[in-house]
């Protein structure tokens, strides 16, 4: 049942945990696909926020839509000072970001965030941030085990193998970890 | 201190993906961790955060920023341009070959009540600008002739193949994966479009821009530049940059060697700086200052602002200078 004294909001790729929390504290939910049409759905529901994944890549529309139009709903983490930025920051780092129309009130803004920040599920972006990490600390060792074997074969300082490393990788078009990898592998068939 | 740096999947992120792989960070002392980040609104947030001390950006979100646009605390500014130009205007294939009977469809579709629908990549990236450009030389109007979107380029080519947009102007590789999968003809690139080239500059918060390491990135970023200038390490690039953008390289290839196909049976022609690193890095006022007339003219910005104390605030020559002298 729509209800006028309940506040809309948009809830973009969210989840079903959240959609029912955000009911449950008296939001009329339209929880919607990344790749809506987010013209139409803004115009025709003219939501009070919208709660969006922060690794969503639609953010940048709904950013079209904010400045469009000054009644659409804005970025919190830029227009809201003190507790609510802070609580829109916090949001952030935690995935999340979300948009609230100028009418809506602070308390209501916070609420909203509150509900969202508890129950938004583990997004896409901090495990693709995670693999990113770990990739760089793989390359890194490679890059460690080089450079100590080429101090120990070559009688190299630690800043003269790495400087070793970096010339091999600009000369062959490769990246530093091919260059450690190769380093060690030459080392290796060396040994046999 | 380890820094964090964020980019968005783009072939114009190779400076960042360049430095990083080929340790010119680490010969900086510099500890660097690239972060993929998802949109241009998330570029922005994380940079006034603090949470990526720098980030591979569009030109226009520092100008944007110190103009007002994105609220009281949104301080941002660059000092190193990574690239000229890089994007293409892409079409249906039908509308493509619409040639000057464009008008006409676009006033029958108007009056179809579905306006021609094209897209850039937020509201204020260059590709706005090149869009509406485009349309001008076409004669048509863009606040009344079509329709203009907001679509991230991930979605584009679908959008394309199901008629939901008609054309588009991106950043690579995203127009050469539409043409590879026939759903696209480019009708232009930044570098035939003849307009100002600044495109993506390394952003960072103006509270950081005197910091040690943001000397060091520069750098690091310079000599990344310098080795992308040479034409056979663009191939070699093209390998570097594909696990961080998630694509094969050889979609890289067209954007980072110049061969640029525009259809998918038409052979690739050669253009001359299809996108270019190096020797453009100084950030160029008089660019700036043609984005913020862009943002006027599009109804972004009100028309009575000091636009050289804006450009002074976002675009940093003076720092590039006093960190690579005059380079």
């Known amino acids: ?192 | 201190m380890k820094l964090r740096l964020g980019y968005i999947r783009l072939c114009d992120a190779a400076p960042l993906v360049v430095a990083c792989t080929l340790g010119l960070f680490a010969d900086e002392k510099l500890r660097v961790e690239l972060i993929a980040l998802s949109s241009w609104a998330e570029v922005r947030d994380r940079l006034i955060t603090g949470d990526v001390q720098a980030s591979h950006c569009l030109a226009g979100i520092p100008l944007a920023a110190q103009a007002g646009l994105f609220g009281p605390n949104a301080d941002l500014a660059t000092a190193f341009t990574l690239n000229h130009f890089g994007n293409a205007l892409t079409l249906s294939p039908a509308l493509a070959a619409a040639g000057g009977e464009l008008q006409e469809i676009a006033r029958q579709r108007r009056a179809q009540g579905r306006p021609l629908t094209l897209a850039a990549v937020f509201p204020v990236a260059k590709h706005q600008y090149e869009l509406r450009h485009w349309l001008v030389t076409q004669g048509l109007d863009p606040e009344t002739d079509v329709r203009m979107v907001v679509t991230p380029p991930p979605l584009v080519a679908a959008a394309l193949r199901r008629g939901n947009l008609d054309g588009f102007c991106v950043g690579e590789p995203w127009s050469t994966r539409a043409i590879l999968e026939g759903s696209g003809v480019a009708v232009a690139t930044s570098r035939s479009l003849g307009l100002p080239g600044t495109e993506k500059v390394l952003a960072v918060r103006s509270d950081w821009l005197e910091d040690p390491a943001h000397a060091a990135l520069l750098r690091a970023l310079h000599r990344a530049t310098q080795w992308l200038a040479e034409p056979l390490n663009r191939v070699a690039a093209t390998e570097l940059l594909a696990p961080y953008l998630g694509r094969p390289p050889e979609e890289l290839l067209p954007a980072l060697t110049g061969r640029f196909s525009t259809h998918a049976n038409a052979e690739a022609q050669p253009i001359d700086d299809f996108v270019r690193f190096h020797g453009i890095n100084s950030p160029e006022p008089a660019h700036a200052l043609w984005y913020l007339e862009q943002m006027q003219a599009a109804g972004q910005l009100p028309h009575q602002l000091p636009l050289e104390d804006i450009v002074q605030r976002a675009f940093r020559p003076d720092i590039h200078q006093r960190v690579l002298g005059t380079r």
Request: include cysteine.
């Open chain 1, 1 to 192: 049942m729509s209800n006028p004294l309940q506040p809309c909001v948009l809830l973009v790729g969210g989840g079903e945990t959240l959609c029912a929390a955000l009911d449950a504290a008296g939001y009329a939910v339209v929880s919607v696909a990344e790749d809506e049409d987010f013209y139409a759905l803004i115009e025709q529901r003219r939501p009070a926020a919208v709660v969006i994944s922060a690794a969503s890549p639609s953010r940048d529309t709904l950013e079209h839509l904010a400045l469009l139009n000054r009644r659409h709903p804005q970025p919190i983490v830029l227009f809201h000072d003190g507790q609510n930025h802070e609580l829109a920051v916090q949001a952030m780092r935690a995935g999340i970001s979300a948009y609230a129309a100028r009418d809506l009130p602070p308390e209501a803004v916070r609420s909203l965030i509150e509900v969202a920040l508890l129950h938004f599920e583990q997004t896409r972006a901090l495990r693709k941030e995670l693999t990113r990490a770990q990739q760089t600390l793989a390359e890194r060792r490679w890059v460690d085990r080089a450079k100590c074997r080429l101090m120990e074969t070559e009688s190299l300082s630690e800043t003269a193998a790495y400087e070793r490393l970096r010339e091999t990788a600009m000369r062959e078009r490769v990246s530093l970890e091919q260059a450690a990898r190769t380093v060690l592998q030459a080392g290796a068939s060396d040994e046999t």
